[in-house]
């Protein structure tokens, strides 16, 4: 069964800071779907970027970049120079995409992103 | 465009009470799938519809349950409420196809007393 590991609960740091949230994850198919997501106060999950399994090149967007290593299942988010409006809990998903799962996505436990001014 | 909507987003309840929930997804999505999120159990996969149908279920019991109209509205039930039922339901939306990006709406927060 698919399974989503995020081992830090809650990472607190200082505004400008550069920060890494991790994210590991199992699966036995081959082709599968990566997700990050957002989740502000309101509640709402915000996509951020989605990577299927036969593309591990890296890719930035701003102060935001992910890092794709299939050898180590892992599929880690970098913020870099922080600012207090990234404080959120931010969740990694997975998706198998197979017709007995459909669209179902398996997530994180989430990792609460503190940042102070 | 417009967002997926989710209607109402908040909710107070009764033990043994039903609740309905509602989702408008985003115009030209054909699926939506519904989650739950408590602070023991995070975010879990309840259900998804397409086409009116049930493509996928999580492992819920059968007090949980959904339809999606014609028009993909999809609204969800849950009968004989506990008070663990007391969670964040998020509703998301996608195209159609399994591999497709879901978009979640604002979630309803359920409270049973």
């Known amino acids: 069964a698919q399974k989503v590991t995020q081992a830090q609960t809650e990472i607190s740091v200082v505004e400008k800071e550069d920060v890494t949230l991790d994210c590991v994850y199992e699966?036995?198919?081959?082709?599968?779907?990566l997700f990050w997501y957002k989740q502000p106060p309101s509640g709402e999950l915000v996509f951020l970027i989605r990577?299927?399994?036969?593309?591990?090149q890296n890719e930035i967007s701003g102060r935001y970049s992910w890092n794709f290593q299939k050898s180590t299942s892992s599929f880690n988010f970098t913020i870099t120079a922080s600012q207090v409006v990234d404080s959120a809990v931010y969740f990694c998903?997975?998706?198998?995409?197979?017709?007995?799962?459909?669209?179902?996505?398996?997530f994180g436990e989430g990792t609460q992103l503190t940042v102070n001014p | 465009k417009a967002g997926v909507t989710q209607t109402p987003r908040y909710l107070i309840k009764t033990r043994g009470q039903q609740v309905t929930l509602s989702c408008s997804p985003i115009?030209?999505?054909?699926?939506v799938s519904w989650y739950q999120q408590t602070p023991g159990q995070g975010l879990q996969f309840l259900f998804e519809?397409?086409?009116?149908?049930?493509?996928n279920k999580g492992n819920f019991p059968g007090r949980f349950s959904g339809r999606q109209f014609s028009n993909s509205r999809s609204e969800m039930n849950v009968s004989t409420l506990e008070l663990g039922d007391s969670a964040l339901y998020l509703c998301?939306?996608?195209?159609?196809?399994?591999?497709?990006?879901?978009?979640f709406g604002p979630g309803t927060r359920l409270t049973v007393l």
């Open positions: 998301a939306s996608s195209l159609g196809q399994r591999t497709d990006t879901q978009y």
């Open positions: 699966t036995r198919d081959t082709t599968y779907y």
């Open positions: 990577r299927n399994s036969f593309d591990e």
């Open positions: 998903a997975l998706s198998e995409a197979r017709e007995t799962s459909g669209s179902r996505l398996t």
């Open positions: 115009s030209g999505h054909r699926s």
């Open positions: 519809y397409f086409s009116e149908t049930q493509r």
